[in-house]
């Protein structure tokens, strides 16, 4: 079991730029969110997709959008991106349902100059 | 506002003192209190998952325990590979979606 994976696993952007960040879940699990982890922070939700739908949002703005594909693979989206979006970006795997625990993969550091 | 208030911030342990954690949480009700532990760089690794008040989970040096407002997680005779940033985090019944994380407890064990 290949667990959840994520790519690439460091990126370096321009302000102004969009980024596509992609994560495989782990197999067997339907539900995929995203988390954006500053430096000495713990993570913060961004939005988590189920069905090929996004089921919930965090606190983010519309720059920040994904998709699930029917494979349950899972891309994140940033538009316009500002210094402040640098951080280490999170994807957690689960199967839905009553407290299930959440897998993470290894993260994308993307840094925005 | 749901919120998780880890503490110390940071520990600095002797190889076999053995000390605890704190996760404090304000949940309009739980449905589930997880603990991570995160190596530089990496994503969280799940460690537990706690549900109800009293209960308690073990896992090789580590114990964790649930009360209606705290949860420790117990180090027993720590080495320094149990050095890591340990994550705690609330699922409210309200919202099965999102986990509120604590900022973690950055935890060095020296040989």
């Known amino acids: 079991d290949a667990g959840v994976t994520q790519s690439p696993t460091h990126l370096i952007k321009t302000r102004g730029q969009q980024v596509t960040l992609r994560c495989s879940p782990k197999s067997g699990h339907d539900t995929v969110s995203w988390y954006q982890q500053a430096l000495g922070q713990g993570p913060q939700f961004i939005f988590q997709?189920?069905?090929?739908?996004?089921?919930q949002r965090g606190n983010f703005p519309d720059r920040f959008s994904g998709h699930q594909f029917p494979n349950y693979s899972s891309e994140l989206n940033v538009n316009a991106l500002l210094l402040g979006d640098s951080a280490l970006y999170l994807c957690?795997?689960?199967?839905?349902?009553?407290?299930?625990?959440?897998?993470f993969g290894q993260g994308t550091r993307l840094t925005v100059v | 506002e749901d919120q998780v208030t880890q503490s110390p911030e940071a520990l600095r342990l002797q190889e076999g003192e053995s000390s605890s954690l704190n996760c404090s949480y304000t949940?309009?009700?739980?449905?589930?209190l997880f603990w991570y532990r995160q190596d530089p760089g990496k994503g969280p690794e799940f460690l537990f998952t706690?549900?109800?008040a009293g209960e308690e989970k073990e896992k090789e040096r580590l114990k964790a325990t649930l009360t209606k407002k705290e949860s420790f997680l117990h180090i027993t005779a720590p080495k320094p590979e149990d050095s890591a940033t340990y994550l705690c985090a609330v699922q409210a019944s309200y919202n099965n979606n999102d986990m509120r994380f604590g900022a973690g407890t950055r935890l060095t064990v020296k040989p």
């Open positions: 997709y189920y069905e090929e739908e996004e089921r």
């Open positions: 949940v309009s009700g739980l449905r589930g």
């Open positions: 706690l549900y109800s």
């Open positions: 957690a795997s689960s199967l839905s349902g009553f407290g299930t625990e959440a897998f």
